[in-house]
């Protein structure tokens, strides 16, 4: 008797001991034996917090057609790691995607399970009844020069009369894809913890000018509860194009004027250069001119202009009234106005910072002649 009473000792303690401290992914069932045993020394509350961290890098932090595929990309994502280090990488998912979710913060995700539930709950805070879902859209970020440069997209579940459903507690699937002309620019996943869910920020910037048709992008917002995926789509909304992202680059690798670098140009103000321009279009003078101003290539821009009310190069460069006071700047569009002959136009709506940190947005007109066969910038409009 006392013998088996040790044997039974001895099996538990080598049971005990061989409980694991970091997932295990090598098959489904090493994965989710391993997650059982890291709960098992956490406390209620952790164990809470530990499994909407599971969900939240299963959701938002690995890429899948289906929950097979999600539950396979993140066991390979956290092979190996334990409970802290993935507390902390669900903490920067959560961030990237603007979820208001921490690890520290109290339960709020309801209960979470990544494998499923083996049993119903007998209170599932994600078993929402709704009728319809109902997106609401608004301009905001409004600029004095640029007007609105981001869409806030806010998605509402509702009743049959319309009205919010009243929930809390919850942890829906959000997703939305814009896309335009049939072609997709964005999809975002989030979180709808309530019916207060601030939605997605759509910032214009984000959206490539060259790909967005007729100023117009279609909005698609799917939200999942438990027993249905409730979807609609808003067609033809409206944007702002003067504050689009412009289109991508043709490298300007060197011209008459000097060489420059591939390496040296400015990535956001490169990106007005479009395709197709020449040495002798006055948009490359102008994409050139601004690009200097922002490496604080003074000398390089003075050279391509040829404007009398600039003076001199002293003139031009003083630190408190010329273009030595820009630090950098951001563009965000150029194009073509007007060519007749020798003389052109050519518009740029751009930010300008300068050397005490202080950004303006402009829109500038700039009035550029033929000079020895080269376009110079001769005039300088900024529009009210």
């Known amino acids: 008797m006392k013998n088996l009473y040790f044997l039974l000792i001895f099996s538990f303690l080598l049971f005990t001991g061989c409980k694991k401290d970091s997932v295990d992914a090598t098959s489904t069932q090493s994965f989710r034996s391993s997650i059982n045993d890291m709960t098992s020394n956490l406390s209620t509350l952790e164990q809470v917090k530990f499994n909407e961290a599971l969900y939240i890098l299963k959701t938002f932090g690995v890429e899948g057609q289906n929950d097979i595929q999600k539950l396979d990309a993140l066991g390979k994502k956290i092979n190996g790691l334990k409970v802290g280090a993935i507390l902390s990488l669900a903490d920067q998912v959560a961030r990237e995607n603007g979820i208001s979710w921490t690890s520290t913060g109290p339960p709020s995700l309801g209960e979470m399970n990544i494998f499923g539930s083996v049993e119903p709950t007998e209170f599932d805070p994600n078993d929402i009844k709704a009728s319809k879902l109902d997106i609401a859209t608004i301009e905001i970020q409004k600029d004095s020069i640029l007007g609105p440069r981001a869409l806030q997209v806010i998605p509402r579940l509702v009743d049959e009369s319309g009205r919010p459903v009243d929930f809390s507690g919850a942890a829906l699937e959000t997703i939305l894809e814009v896309s335009s002309g049939g072609t997709r620019l964005i999809t975002s996943k989030n979180l709808m913890l309530d019916n207060d869910f601030k939605g997605f920020t759509i ?8 790909k967005v048709q ?3 992008i279609d909005i698609t917002i799917t939200v999942k509860t438990t027993d249905k995926s409730f979807k609609m789509s808003k067609i033809g ?5 003067n504050a689009l992202r412009a289109p991508e680059p043709t490298p300007l690798i060197s011209d008459s004027l000097g060489s420059v670098a591939p390496g040296e140009l400015d990535s956001e103000l490169s990106a007005t250069i479009e395709n197709g321009s020449t040495p002798g279009d006055p948009k490359t003078t102008v994409t050139r001119f601004l690009n200097q101003v922002g490496s604080q290539n003074l000398k390089g821009a003075y050279e391509v202009s040829s404007n009398p009310s600039w003076g001199s190069y002293e003139s031009f460069s003083n630190p408190n009234t010329g273009f030595g006071g820009f630090k950098s700047i951001h563009v965000k569009n150029i194009s073509s106005g007007s060519v007749n002959g020798s003389s052109a136009s050519v518009n740029a709506t751009y930010d300008v ?7 303006t947005a402009l829109q500038v007109t700039f009035g550029l002649r033929q000079v020895g ?8 409009t900024i529009k009210p």
């Open 353 to 359: 910072t300068d050397k005490s940190g202080n950004t």
């Open 373 to 380: 066969g080269q376009w110079k910038i001769n005039s300088y």
């Open 214 to 216: 007729g100023s117009k």
């Open 203 to 210: 910032r214009y910037e984000a959206l490539p000018s060259e």
């Open 237 to 241: 909304v409206l944007v702002n194009p």
